[in-house]
């Protein structure tokens, strides 16, 4: 039977290194099922979070060999198994414990984003008409599984921080869910523009590539998104619209 090395972090929010367990693989395992075998024979301490092993509860979320994905989804026939795979926490969220980071944040500014908020019903049955294509369009963003590793991978978040200014690509995409909702007649780009920091991104699509819904989220939510906050604040024939208002604001 053959044997493969995972290099996995071990520690918490005061430290932490890598450790190596070695361990048996056999056709049609992943990585998540290495960590399991580790954690159940050689490391019953190891902290890991999981919950469907199916791709669908976003719970497994990691970085293998400096990648950030799902453990359930990726197969060790993907990986070379030569040299230890490393598998390590999310990066840009804090640490609980080994491979269990504190997500918290994420939830917090969900909280915070406009909810829907639909027009009233427009056939006698009190039920409402939609074209088929404005559903189609907003569908794909109903696909996220909230792993957040997109959130993860966004330099604004990873490398600059900007945990206060700024919502981050599966934020968008949630923001874009809504704001391209048929039914929904709120209006979320003031906020879009202020205080979630959507002009932040500079639509580098890290985010895009490493989505395991393969939802497009850089050119289907983040730049529509863009392209309205643009309109209301910078077209110059809205602002004028919005002068004769009586709104100077933006
Ligand atoms: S495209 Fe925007 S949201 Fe996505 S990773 Fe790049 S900066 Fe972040
Ligand atoms: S948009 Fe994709 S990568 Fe981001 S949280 Fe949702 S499923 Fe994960
Ligand atoms: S365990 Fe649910 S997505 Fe991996």
New binding site residues.
């Given amino acids: 039977m053959a044997k493969a090395t995972f290099r996995i972090w071990r520690g918490d929010a005061k430290g932490g290194r890598f450790e190596d367990y070695t361990t048996e693989v056999v056709p049609g395992m992943v990585v998540l099922d290495a960590i399991h075998e580790i954690q159940a024979t050689q490391a019953n301490d190891l902290a890991v979070r999981w919950n469907c092993k199916a791709g669908k509860c976003g719970s497994c979320s990691a970085e293998i060999n400096g990648l950030p994905r799902l453990m359930c989804m990726t197969r060790l026939s993907q990986l070379s198994l030569d040299k230890p795979v490393t598998v390590e926490p999310m990066r840009s969220f804090p640490l609980i414990k080994d491979l269990a980071t504190d997500l918290s944040w994420n939830f917090r500014l969900k909280g915070s984003i406009k909810p829907f908020k639909p027009r009233p019903p427009d056939a006698p049955d009190g039920t409402w008409r939609m074209d088929q294509a404005d559903v189609d369009r907003v569908q794909e963003f109903r696909k996220c599984i909230e792993c957040f590793l ?1 959130q993860d ?4 978040l990873r490398d600059h921080q900007l945990f206060d200014e700024f919502i ?2 599966r934020f ?1 995409v949630h923001a874009a869910s809504l704001e391209m909702h048929p039914l929904d007649i709120e209006d979320r780009r003031e906020e879009l523009r202020k205080a979630q920091g959507i002009g932040y ?7 895009t590539k490493v989505c395991p819904e393969e939802i497009k ?2 050119d289907n939510a ?1 730049i529509p998104l863009k392209e309205r906050v643009v309109d209301q604040f910078y077209d110059p024939l809205a602002r004028l619209l919005r002068v004769f208002r009586g709104n100077r604001s933006g």
């Fill in positions: 997109c991978v966004c330099h604004v981050g690509p968008l991104c500079n639509i580098t699509k890290c985010c989220i850089t983040i």
